[in-house]
């Protein structure tokens, strides 16, 4: 049987405490958002310049040059996009998609108006900048040694208490970190996604290792299909990854094809027999690589779930006309 590997606690770490930290995250982003007020916003003279809600500001003028006071149907749109938005960060995709219908059917009632993005935390370009000038000279597989270290660290925080109280601490962590590493990607990724993001991906990945090791245990009768299924799709193509099994040696490797049937170097995972095989993609795959994989799957899913969305939203307001 494969050995554990020293990356397994990561997955363990995770797996145990994600679900309670993501929970009381999303029902502390959802009280925050009911909870908040109209604000009135004022210039030197003491006159009223706008009206801010939450992180967004309204400022529009009417014909008589008037300033416009949001309506209450307004506001309760910037409710729904903002719950449907914690919702969907922290991977509940069923109830963001109701909400996004409630959304559309107040504005079918009133057209509210179009909503400001929000910013990240951190400014994208900046972090490129900043990474640059980190003159680190360290080989690959070191610094891919560093990163898991990285993630291996923070996922025996994620569920401390000063983290679970203070939001914010566990991204805060991971830039310190990634930028003493001196990788320009590593720290950019970081820096674009905000903590509940940043949580849910590295969870993905947590749930790909465990899964793993358990398709594994069950030699490859049993276990085949169901690893093929955890590490498929990881480039947006599903159905493209191929066990060889030498019937003569017993070799067993792992290949992805290409969108015309050719292998590629995606996933070279190979072993002697079934064991061997076992050992090897547990020793690759570590924290890091699952990420790569699960953010990729991520992406095509929630790609999916929005146009979906959409398309359910559009449907419902050509009913409602």
């Known amino acids: 049987m494969a050995r554990k590997s020293g990356w397994q606690q990561f997955a363990d770490n995770f797996t145990s405490t994600y679900g309670a930290v993501n929970k009381f995250s999303e029902e502390g982003a959802i009280r925050d958002i009911n909870e908040r007020s109209l604000e009135e916003q004022?210039?030197?003279?003491?006159?009223?310049?706008?009206?801010?809600?939450?992180?967004?500001l309204y400022n529009t003028m009417d014909d008589k040059g008037g300033l416009m006071r949001p309506t209450?149907?307004?506001?309760?749109?910037?409710?729904?996009?903002?719950t449907q938005k914690a919702m969907s960060r922290h991977g509940n995709w069923k109830e963001a998609q109701e909400m996004g219908l409630g959304r559309a059917k107040l504005e079918s009632?009133?057209?509210?108006?179009?909503?400001?993005?929000?910013?990240?935390?951190?400014?994208?370009?900046?972090?490129?900048a900043r990474a640059k000038q980190a003159n680190v000279t360290i080989s690959q597989a070191q610094l891919n040694e560093n990163k898991n270290q990285i993630l291996l660290d923070y996922?025996?925080?994620v569920g401390s208490e000063e983290w679970v109280k203070n939001p914010g601490?566990?991204?805060?962590?991971?830039?310190?970190?990634?930028?003493?590493?001196?990788?320009?990607?590593?720290?950019?990724?970081?820096?674009?996604?905000d903590e509940s993001a940043i949580n849910q991906k590295l969870n993905g990945a947590a749930q790909l290792m465990a899964g793993a090791k358990a398709a594994l245990s069950k030699g490859q009768a049993g276990g085949q299909e169901e690893l093929m299924a955890l590490i498929d799709a990881q480039d947006g193509i599903k159905g493209n990854i191929k066990f060889i099994t030498d019937k003569k040696s017993g070799a067993v490797s792992i290949v992805e094809l290409d969108q015309e049937g050719n292998p590629?170097?995606?996933a070279p995972w190979a072993g002697k027999n079934w064991e061997d095989f076992s050992q090897n993609v547990m020793k690759r795959l570590d924290p890091l690589t699952a990420l790569s994989i699960t953010a990729k799957q991520q992406g095509v899913a929630e790609t999916t779930?929005?146009?979906?969305l959409?398309?359910?939203?559009?449907?419902?307001?050509?009913?409602?006309?």
Not at 72 to 82: E, G, I, V
Not at 310 to 321: D, F, G, S, V
């Open 109 to 128: 009632q009133e057209e509210a108006t179009r909503l400001a993005r929000d910013t990240h935390d951190f400014n994208v370009k900046e972090a490129e």
């Open 169 to 193: 601490e566990g991204k805060k962590f991971l830039l310190e970190a990634a930028f003493k590493t001196g990788d320009q990607q590593f720290y950019t990724m970081i820096s674009s996604m």
């Open 155 to 157: 996922s025996s925080k």
């Open 310 to 321: 959409i398309n359910a939203q559009t449907l419902e307001a050509l009913r409602t006309k």
């Open 72 to 82: 209450d149907t307004q506001l309760q749109s910037q409710n729904f996009k903002d």
């Open 264 to 266: 590629t170097n995606a």
């Open 305 to 308: 779930a929005k146009i979906g």
């Open 42 to 56: 004022f210039d030197d003279t003491g006159a009223v310049t706008g009206y801010k809600y939450g992180d967004t």
